[in-house]
Nanobody
Framework: QVQLVESGGGLAQPGGSLTLSCAAS????????MGWYRQAPGDQRELVAQ???????NYADSVKGRFTISRLNAANTVYLQMNSLKPEDTAVYYC??????????????WGQGTLVTVSS
């Protein structure tokens, strides 16, 4: 079983910055992709950013140029650097890790979520 531990959420002012981190542990054979999703009250969960095994990245249009996702393979950790934060970035952010816990068994793990509030 794969466990995810998230950290780094909190309160930021508009224009400010926060960094989220997520560490995966447990039975991990190979990670295919690591990413962050978010869900604001009344909205559906949406992809914020994702990085694959080859370090290719994908971002939501709303965060391009402001957020940067990166991963540290040796530590099975993914980061989300969030700059120029806006009130509309307020949401619960969820870490997601997809991969294999043995050569044939796929897993899709989610973190508990960390609240990011952008407000003056």
């Amino acid at each position: 079983q794969v466990q995810l531990v998230e950290s780094g959420g909190g309160l930021a002012q508009p224009g400010g910055s926060l960094t989220l981190s997520c560490a995966a542990s447990g039975r991990i054979f190979r990670i295919v992709a690591m990413g962050w999703y978010r869900q604001a009250p009344g909205d559906q969960r949406e992809l914020v950013a994702q990085v694959n095994a080859g370090h290719g990245t994908n971002y939501a249009d709303s965060v391009k140029g402001r957020f940067t996702i990166s991963r540290l393979n040796a530590a099975n950790t993914v980061y989300l650097q969030m700059n120029s934060l806006k009130p509309e970035d307020t949401a619960v952010y969820y870490c997601n890790v997809r991969g294999y816990d043995d050569p044939f068994n796929h897993f899709d793990a989610w973190g508990q979520g960390t609240l990011v509030t952008v407000s003056s």
